[in-house]
């Protein structure tokens, strides 16, 4: 059987993957250490190693990509963890950023 006679639909329709966003972990002279190896095992869930590795990377170079995530997830994990910071009352900032 031909296709004389019937229509066909073509459909531009092409799924785009969501965006990226980045969680930037900056560096000061007052949070510890020790705070920012416990919020990155707590809240971006690293193992320790990885942990103490970007908490180096923070410290040395002023700042890190410590996860990337959809953005509400981002968000979530950037608001948990200054929070976390103010509760404590260190001065901790992140960013978030299109990665």
Same mark, same amino acid.
């Given at each position: @059987?031909? =296709?004389?006679?019937?229509? =066909?639909?073509?459909t ?13 972990m900056?560096?000061?002279? /007052?949070?510890? @250490?020790? /705070?920012?190896?416990?919020?990155l095992?707590?809240? $971006?869930?690293?193992?320790?190693l ?28 950037t #608001?948990?963890?200054?929070? #976390?910071?103010r509760?404590?009352? $260190?001065? /901790? #900032? @992140? =960013?978030?950023?299109?990665?």
């Amino acid at each position: @059987m031909g =296709l004389q006679g019937q229509t =066909l639909e073509r459909t531009g329709s092409k799924t785009k993957e969501p965006k990226r966003y980045n969680v930037i972990m900056l560096n000061d002279d /007052f949070t510890t @250490m020790d /705070f920012v190896v416990a919020v990155l095992i707590d809240i $971006f869930h690293k193992d320790k190693l990885t942990a103490e590795a970007l908490m180096l990377d923070v410290h040395k170079k002023g700042k890190a990509v410590v996860g990337t995530y959809s953005y509400d997830i981002a968000v979530t994990k950037t #608001r948990t963890a200054m929070q #976390r910071a103010r509760d404590e009352g $260190f001065p /901790f #900032r @992140m =960013l978030v950023e299109e990665a």
